[in-house]
Protein backbone atom coordinates (compact mmCIF):
# COMPACT_ATOMS: atom_id res chain seq x y z
CA UNK A 1 0.00 0.00 0.00
CA UNK A 2 0.90 3.51 -0.52
CA UNK A 3 2.59 5.83 2.42
CA UNK A 4 -0.22 7.56 4.54
CA UNK A 5 -0.30 9.76 7.09
CA UNK A 6 -0.64 8.55 10.25
CA UNK A 7 -2.62 11.66 11.88
CA UNK A 8 -5.15 10.70 9.04
CA UNK A 9 -5.48 6.83 8.66
CA UNK A 10 -4.97 3.92 10.95
CA UNK A 11 -3.86 1.61 8.72
CA UNK A 12 -0.43 0.54 9.40
CA UNK A 13 2.49 1.84 6.62
CA UNK A 14 4.02 -1.67 6.75
CA UNK A 15 2.16 -4.90 6.59
CA UNK A 16 5.64 -6.73 7.23
CA UNK A 17 7.22 -5.03 10.38
CA UNK A 18 9.97 -6.28 12.65
CA UNK A 19 10.74 -4.91 16.39
CA UNK A 20 13.85 -3.52 15.53
CA UNK A 21 16.81 -6.00 16.83
CA UNK A 22 18.73 -8.38 14.79
CA UNK A 23 21.03 -11.48 15.51
CA UNK A 24 24.45 -9.95 15.96
CA UNK A 25 27.23 -11.66 13.81
CA UNK A 26 29.87 -13.67 15.41
CA UNK A 27 32.92 -11.20 14.43
CA UNK A 28 30.37 -8.89 15.93
CA UNK A 29 30.16 -10.15 18.82
CA UNK A 30 34.07 -11.45 19.39
CA UNK A 31 35.09 -7.38 18.66
CA UNK A 32 33.00 -6.09 21.78
CA UNK A 33 34.65 -8.85 23.25
CA UNK A 34 37.78 -8.43 22.07
CA UNK A 35 39.80 -5.57 24.79
CA UNK A 36 42.19 -4.81 22.12
CA UNK A 37 39.88 -3.73 19.37
CA UNK A 38 40.00 0.18 19.03
CA UNK A 39 36.89 2.11 18.51
CA UNK A 40 37.52 2.76 14.65
CA UNK A 41 38.12 -1.24 14.16
CA UNK A 42 34.69 -2.08 15.91
CA UNK A 43 33.21 0.91 14.21
CA UNK A 44 34.15 -0.46 10.48
CA UNK A 45 32.76 -4.08 11.04
CA UNK A 46 29.78 -2.14 12.94
CA UNK A 47 29.22 -0.73 9.22
CA UNK A 48 29.83 -3.89 7.46
CA UNK A 49 27.35 -5.90 9.69
CA UNK A 50 24.74 -3.09 9.01
CA UNK A 51 25.20 -2.70 5.89
CA UNK A 52 24.78 -6.53 5.32
CA UNK A 53 21.08 -6.61 7.43
CA UNK A 54 19.97 -3.67 5.53
CA UNK A 55 20.72 -5.72 2.16
CA UNK A 56 19.13 -8.88 3.16
CA UNK A 57 15.57 -6.49 4.34
CA UNK A 58 15.73 -5.04 0.96
CA UNK A 59 15.94 -8.67 -0.22
CA UNK A 60 12.99 -10.30 1.77
CA UNK A 61 11.30 -7.30 0.46
CA UNK A 62 10.48 -4.81 3.73
CA UNK A 63 10.10 -1.62 2.89
CA UNK A 64 10.42 -0.65 6.32
CA UNK A 65 14.30 -1.30 7.93
CA UNK A 66 16.30 -1.20 10.93
CA UNK A 67 19.79 -1.23 11.83
CA UNK A 68 19.45 -4.70 13.90
CA UNK A 69 20.67 -1.74 16.83
CA UNK A 70 23.86 -3.77 16.13
CA UNK A 71 25.82 -0.59 17.23
CA UNK A 72 24.37 -1.52 20.88
CA UNK A 73 25.59 -3.74 23.85
CA UNK A 74 21.75 -4.30 24.53
CA UNK A 75 18.29 -2.95 23.65
CA UNK A 76 18.53 0.13 25.59
CA UNK A 77 22.60 0.20 25.60
CA UNK A 78 22.12 3.88 24.06
CA UNK A 79 20.76 4.86 27.52
CA UNK A 80 23.85 3.85 29.46
CA UNK A 81 26.17 4.92 27.04
CA UNK A 82 24.37 8.22 27.07
CA UNK A 83 24.03 9.19 30.62
CA UNK A 84 26.14 9.24 33.80
CA UNK A 85 24.74 9.21 37.71
CA UNK A 86 24.75 5.41 37.12
CA UNK A 87 27.36 2.81 38.59
CA UNK A 88 27.96 0.53 35.76
CA UNK A 89 28.82 -2.56 37.69
CA UNK A 90 26.28 -2.86 39.43
CA UNK A 91 23.86 -5.37 38.38
CA UNK A 92 19.96 -7.03 39.07
CA UNK A 93 19.23 -10.39 38.63
CA UNK A 94 16.14 -11.71 37.04
CA UNK A 95 14.09 -14.56 36.95
CA UNK A 96 13.72 -15.52 33.50
CA UNK A 97 11.99 -18.74 32.54
CA UNK A 98 12.51 -20.73 29.60
CA UNK A 99 11.89 -24.22 28.35
CA UNK A 100 14.28 -26.46 30.60
CA UNK A 101 16.00 -28.68 27.30
CA UNK A 102 17.18 -25.37 26.28
CA UNK A 103 21.16 -24.54 27.46
CA UNK A 104 21.00 -20.24 28.96
CA UNK A 105 24.41 -20.13 28.67
CA UNK A 106 26.00 -17.41 30.61
CA UNK A 107 24.01 -14.38 28.61
CA UNK A 108 20.79 -13.48 30.15
CA UNK A 109 20.73 -9.82 30.47
CA UNK A 110 22.13 -8.97 33.54
CA UNK A 111 20.94 -5.49 34.06
CA UNK A 112 23.54 -2.88 34.84
CA UNK A 113 23.11 0.39 35.88
CA UNK A 114 21.99 1.40 39.77
CA UNK A 115 21.28 4.96 40.19
CA UNK A 116 23.67 6.19 42.60
CA UNK A 117 23.68 10.25 41.68
CA UNK A 118 21.44 12.51 39.77
CA UNK A 119 21.55 11.07 35.96
CA UNK A 120 23.16 13.71 33.59
CA UNK A 121 22.99 13.39 29.99
CA UNK A 122 26.55 13.54 28.28
CA UNK A 123 25.36 12.60 24.20
CA UNK A 124 22.30 12.03 22.42
CA UNK A 125 21.51 8.69 22.11
CA UNK A 126 20.90 7.77 18.71
CA UNK A 127 22.50 10.56 16.58
CA UNK A 128 25.34 8.16 15.34
CA UNK A 129 23.07 5.41 14.15
CA UNK A 130 20.41 7.78 12.71
CA UNK A 131 23.71 9.60 10.50
CA UNK A 132 24.60 5.95 8.76
CA UNK A 133 20.69 5.09 8.63
CA UNK A 134 20.11 8.35 6.26
CA UNK A 135 22.97 7.84 4.05
CA UNK A 136 22.82 3.80 3.38
CA UNK A 137 19.48 2.31 4.37
CA UNK A 138 17.32 1.60 1.21
CA UNK A 139 14.07 3.59 2.39
CA UNK A 140 12.43 4.06 5.47
CA UNK A 141 13.92 3.06 8.69
CA UNK A 142 12.35 2.88 12.33
CA UNK A 143 14.54 4.19 15.58
CA UNK A 144 13.62 2.49 18.51
CA UNK A 145 14.11 3.74 22.09
CA UNK A 146 13.45 2.29 25.40
CA UNK A 147 10.69 3.58 27.49
CA UNK A 148 11.35 6.03 30.30
CA UNK A 149 9.10 3.24 32.30
CA UNK A 150 11.70 0.16 31.79
CA UNK A 151 14.33 2.08 34.47
CA UNK A 152 13.27 2.50 37.75
CA UNK A 153 12.59 -1.16 38.47
CA UNK A 154 15.76 -2.07 37.23
CA UNK A 155 18.40 0.68 38.24
CA UNK A 156 16.93 1.63 41.18
CA UNK A 157 17.95 -0.43 44.32
CA UNK A 158 16.78 0.98 48.00
CA UNK A 159 19.77 1.49 50.28
CA UNK A 160 21.75 2.71 47.19
CA UNK A 161 19.42 5.25 45.34
CA UNK A 162 17.75 7.14 47.51
CA UNK A 163 20.91 9.71 48.01
CA UNK A 164 20.00 10.76 44.56
CA UNK A 165 16.65 10.61 44.33
CA UNK A 166 13.77 9.58 47.25
CA UNK A 167 11.48 7.72 45.66
CA UNK A 168 11.25 5.37 42.07
CA UNK A 169 9.19 8.07 40.86
CA UNK A 170 11.53 10.80 41.25
CA UNK A 171 13.86 9.07 39.66
CA UNK A 172 11.44 8.13 36.21
CA UNK A 173 10.12 11.40 36.23
CA UNK A 174 14.19 12.32 36.28
CA UNK A 175 14.52 10.26 32.85
CA UNK A 176 11.50 11.54 30.74
CA UNK A 177 13.02 14.71 29.34
CA UNK A 178 16.13 12.58 28.08
CA UNK A 179 14.00 10.01 25.78
CA UNK A 180 11.60 13.02 25.22
CA UNK A 181 14.47 15.13 23.94
CA UNK A 182 15.69 12.30 21.93
CA UNK A 183 12.19 11.63 20.22
CA UNK A 184 11.97 15.29 19.40
CA UNK A 185 15.65 15.22 17.95
CA UNK A 186 14.10 11.98 15.92
CA UNK A 187 11.10 13.83 14.34
CA UNK A 188 13.88 16.76 13.16
CA UNK A 189 15.99 14.02 12.18
CA UNK A 190 13.21 13.18 9.52
CA UNK A 191 12.62 9.59 10.91
CA UNK A 192 9.00 8.85 10.11
CA UNK A 193 8.72 5.45 12.39
CA UNK A 194 9.68 5.96 15.90
CA UNK A 195 9.41 2.68 18.45
CA UNK A 196 9.12 2.92 22.05
CA UNK A 197 9.90 -0.55 23.40
CA UNK A 198 8.30 -1.00 26.73
CA UNK A 199 8.37 -4.43 28.26
CA UNK A 200 7.70 -3.12 31.73
CA UNK A 201 4.00 -2.69 31.08
CA UNK A 202 3.97 -7.18 31.61
CA UNK A 203 4.60 -6.26 35.21
CA UNK A 204 0.40 -5.32 35.28
CA UNK A 205 -0.62 -8.43 33.40
CA UNK A 206 1.15 -10.54 35.82
CA UNK A 207 0.22 -11.20 39.03
CA UNK A 208 3.51 -11.83 40.47
CA UNK A 209 4.95 -8.80 39.37
CA UNK A 210 1.72 -7.15 40.48
CA UNK A 211 2.81 -8.36 43.80
CA UNK A 212 6.41 -7.24 43.04
CA UNK A 213 5.39 -3.18 42.11
CA UNK A 214 2.88 -3.75 45.41
CA UNK A 215 5.52 -5.60 47.90
CA UNK A 216 8.84 -4.40 47.17
CA UNK A 217 8.23 -1.05 44.98
CA UNK A 218 5.65 -0.01 47.69
CA UNK A 219 3.07 1.30 45.43
CA UNK A 220 -0.24 0.45 44.09
CA UNK A 221 -0.60 -1.32 40.83
CA UNK A 222 -2.94 0.26 39.26
CA UNK A 223 -1.27 3.75 40.48
CA UNK A 224 2.06 2.75 39.08
CA UNK A 225 0.10 1.97 35.62
CA UNK A 226 -1.87 5.02 35.52
CA UNK A 227 1.65 6.82 35.93
CA UNK A 228 3.81 4.68 33.45
CA UNK A 229 0.80 6.03 30.85
CA UNK A 230 1.21 9.53 31.80
CA UNK A 231 5.33 9.01 31.59
CA UNK A 232 5.28 7.68 28.32
CA UNK A 233 2.55 10.42 27.13
CA UNK A 234 5.23 12.84 28.52
CA UNK A 235 7.54 11.64 26.16
CA UNK A 236 5.77 11.77 23.09
CA UNK A 237 4.16 15.39 23.93
CA UNK A 238 5.09 17.08 20.60
CA UNK A 239 6.61 14.38 18.46
CA UNK A 240 3.08 14.35 16.68
CA UNK A 241 3.80 15.11 12.60
CA UNK A 242 2.20 14.65 9.50
CA UNK A 243 3.62 11.12 7.90
CA UNK A 244 5.59 10.35 11.23
CA UNK A 245 4.44 7.21 12.97
CA UNK A 246 4.45 6.99 16.95
CA UNK A 247 4.08 3.17 17.88
CA UNK A 248 4.94 1.12 21.00
CA UNK A 249 5.89 -2.42 21.40
CA UNK A 250 4.80 -4.37 24.60
CA UNK A 251 6.94 -7.89 25.63
CA UNK A 252 6.85 -9.45 28.71
CA UNK A 253 10.91 -9.90 28.58
CA UNK A 254 13.39 -11.34 26.03
CA UNK A 255 16.95 -12.29 26.79
CA UNK A 256 18.69 -15.65 25.42
CA UNK A 257 15.22 -17.10 24.28
CA UNK A 258 14.03 -16.58 28.29
CA UNK A 259 11.28 -14.72 29.47
CA UNK A 260 10.06 -13.20 32.93
CA UNK A 261 6.53 -12.07 32.81
CA UNK A 262 2.99 -14.23 31.84
CA UNK A 263 -0.38 -13.19 31.46
CA UNK A 264 -2.96 -11.80 28.71
CA UNK A 265 -3.44 -8.12 28.10
CA UNK A 266 -7.21 -8.19 29.40
CA UNK A 267 -6.01 -6.27 32.79
CA UNK A 268 -4.51 -2.80 31.01
CA UNK A 269 -6.25 -3.20 27.25
CA UNK A 270 -9.22 -0.84 28.00
CA UNK A 271 -7.15 2.19 29.66
CA UNK A 272 -3.59 1.35 27.42
CA UNK A 273 -4.99 1.19 24.04
CA UNK A 274 -7.56 4.33 24.84
CA UNK A 275 -4.88 6.71 26.40
CA UNK A 276 -1.51 5.99 24.92
CA UNK A 277 -0.63 8.79 22.69
CA UNK A 278 1.02 6.20 19.79
CA UNK A 279 -0.39 5.48 16.69
CA UNK A 280 0.40 1.75 16.58
CA UNK A 281 1.03 -1.20 19.08
CA UNK A 282 2.96 -3.74 18.43
CA UNK A 283 2.15 -7.25 20.61
CA UNK A 284 3.04 -10.04 21.80
CA UNK A 285 1.01 -13.05 20.36
CA UNK A 286 3.60 -15.45 19.47
CA UNK A 287 2.17 -18.23 22.29
CA UNK A 288 -0.27 -19.19 25.32
CA UNK A 289 1.46 -17.00 28.13
CA UNK A 290 0.34 -13.97 25.87
CA UNK A 291 -3.54 -14.63 26.45
CA UNK A 292 -6.12 -14.41 23.57
CA UNK A 293 -6.91 -11.72 21.02
CA UNK A 294 -10.63 -10.88 23.11
CA UNK A 295 -8.48 -7.51 24.52
CA UNK A 296 -7.89 -6.12 20.87
CA UNK A 297 -11.62 -5.43 21.31
CA UNK A 298 -10.63 -2.07 23.18
CA UNK A 299 -8.43 -1.07 20.05
CA UNK A 300 -9.67 2.22 18.72
CA UNK A 301 -10.24 2.82 15.31
CA UNK A 302 -7.48 5.23 15.03
CA UNK A 303 -4.74 2.78 15.94
CA UNK A 304 -2.79 0.10 14.02
CA UNK A 305 -2.19 -3.31 15.71
CA UNK A 306 0.88 -5.51 14.38
CA UNK A 307 0.66 -8.41 15.10
CA UNK A 308 3.67 -10.49 16.93
CA UNK A 309 2.85 -14.19 16.04
CA UNK A 310 6.68 -15.56 14.93
CA UNK A 311 8.40 -16.18 17.53
CA UNK A 312 12.06 -14.77 17.77
CA UNK A 313 13.11 -17.17 20.75
CA UNK A 314 12.62 -20.06 18.81
CA UNK A 315 14.21 -21.71 15.81
CA UNK A 316 11.11 -23.53 14.75
CA UNK A 317 9.23 -22.02 11.80
CA UNK A 318 6.01 -21.39 11.65
CA UNK A 319 3.75 -22.00 8.64
CA UNK A 320 1.88 -19.43 6.86
CA UNK A 321 -1.13 -20.70 6.82
CA UNK A 322 -1.03 -20.70 10.97
CA UNK A 323 -0.21 -17.22 10.60
CA UNK A 324 -3.32 -16.01 7.94
CA UNK A 325 -5.66 -18.07 10.30
CA UNK A 326 -4.16 -15.93 13.42
CA UNK A 327 -4.66 -12.84 11.33
CA UNK A 328 -7.70 -13.80 10.37
CA UNK A 329 -9.14 -14.84 14.37
CA UNK A 330 -7.58 -11.16 14.82
CA UNK A 331 -9.60 -9.23 12.98
CA UNK A 332 -12.80 -10.25 14.53
CA UNK A 333 -11.41 -7.46 16.65
CA UNK A 334 -9.53 -4.97 14.81
CA UNK A 335 -10.06 -4.32 10.99
CA UNK A 336 -7.84 -5.98 8.70
CA UNK A 337 -6.59 -3.10 7.02
CA UNK A 338 -5.60 -2.16 10.52
CA UNK A 339 -3.17 -4.91 11.02
CA UNK A 340 -0.17 -5.98 10.26
CA UNK A 341 2.63 -9.05 11.60
CA UNK A 342 6.07 -9.07 12.85
CA UNK A 343 7.92 -11.43 14.83
CA UNK A 344 6.91 -10.94 18.76
CA UNK A 345 9.97 -9.28 19.72
CA UNK A 346 13.47 -8.31 18.78
CA UNK A 347 16.05 -11.23 17.76
CA UNK A 348 18.78 -10.01 19.52
CA UNK A 349 17.39 -7.73 23.01
CA UNK A 350 20.78 -8.77 24.10
CA UNK A 351 24.54 -8.98 22.40
CA UNK A 352 24.76 -12.23 22.99
CA UNK A 353 20.74 -12.78 20.93
CA UNK A 354 18.18 -15.73 21.39
CA UNK A 355 19.01 -19.31 20.86
CA UNK A 356 19.06 -19.73 17.22
CA UNK A 357 21.15 -19.17 14.00
CA UNK A 358 21.17 -16.16 11.77
CA UNK A 359 19.73 -18.58 8.70
CA UNK A 360 16.83 -19.24 11.11
CA UNK A 361 16.05 -15.66 11.85
CA UNK A 362 15.97 -14.45 8.18
CA UNK A 363 14.13 -17.73 7.80
CA UNK A 364 11.28 -16.43 9.90
CA UNK A 365 11.44 -12.82 8.45
CA UNK A 366 10.94 -14.02 5.34
CA UNK A 367 7.83 -15.99 6.41
CA UNK A 368 6.78 -12.65 8.11
CA UNK A 369 7.22 -10.85 4.09
CA UNK A 370 5.70 -13.77 2.47
CA UNK A 371 2.62 -13.74 4.83
CA UNK A 372 1.97 -9.87 4.68
CA UNK A 373 1.66 -10.44 0.94
CA UNK A 374 -0.28 -13.29 1.04
CA UNK A 375 -3.06 -11.20 3.28
CA UNK A 376 -2.69 -7.84 2.14
CA UNK A 377 -0.68 -8.00 -1.49
CA UNK A 378 1.86 -5.70 0.55
CA UNK A 379 5.31 -5.40 2.63
Not at 262 to 268: Q, S
Request: glycine share 6%; aromatic share 8%; charged share 30%.
Amino acid sequence: MSKVSSLNDPRPHYKADHVGSFLRPKELIDARRDPSATPEQLREIEDRCILSALQRQQDLGFRIFSDGELRRSQFMGDFYDAVEGLDKDGSIARAWKGDSDRPTGTGLLKLTGIVVDKIRQTRRLTAHEVDFLKRHSPGAFKMTLPTANQFPAIAYRKGLSERAYPTYSDFLWDVVPIIRSEIQALVNDGVTYIQIDAPRYSYYVDPRWRDYIKNEMGVSPDDALDEAIRVDNACLEGARRDGVTLAIHLCRGNSRSHWYAEGGYDPIAEKLFNTLDVDVFLLEYESDRAGTFDPLRFVPPNKAVVLGLVSSKVPELETRDMLCRRVDDASRYVPLENLAISPQCGFASTLEGNLLTENEQWQKLQLVADTARTIWNST
